[in-house]
Nanobody, 125 residues
Framework: QVQLVESGGGLVQAGGSLRLSCAAS????????MAWFRRAPGKEREFVAN????????VYLDSVKGRFTISRDKAKNTVLLQANNLKPEDTAVYYC??????????????????WGQGTQVTVSS
């Protein structure tokens, strides 16, 4: 089992920044990739960014490229999402997710084994 705990959400004005953090505990040595998803009111859960735990390679949703940065601290078993130049359309509950195996479609929620409880990000115009 892996437990994921997010923090760092909040209310920010358009153009502002937030840093989301996700701490993994338990069998975190088995992590393969970690990701951030988000769900806006009335919408499906949406892929935001993914990072390969070992190699550090990253993938992003097109609409956040150049604004968001995903990174990991292997010593602390933590994944971060630095979100800059936030827009009202970024408003959502953001979820951290962990996958324990290779060869999965990283854009699909079903590919992930563990999820955090979510943290609210609200961007005012």
């Amino acid at each position: 089992q892996v437990q994921l705990v997010e923090s760092g959400g909040g209310l920010v004005q358009a153009g502002g920044s937030l840093r989301l953090s996700c701490a993994a505990s338990g069998r975190a040595f088995g992590l393969y990739t970690m990701a951030w998803f988000r769900r806006a009111p009335g919408k499906e859960r949406e892929f935001v960014a993914n990072i390969n735990w070992s190699a550090g390679t990253t993938v992003y949703l097109d609409s956040v490229k150049g604004r968001f940065t995903i990174s990991r601290d292997k010593a602390k078993n933590t994944v971060l999402l630095q979100a800059n130049n936030l827009k009202p359309e970024d408003t959502a509950v953001y979820y951290c997710a962990a996958s324990m195996g290779p060869g999965r479609k990283i854009f699909t929620p079903l590919s992930y084994d563990y999820w955090g409880q979510g943290t609210q990000v609200t961007v005012s115009s």
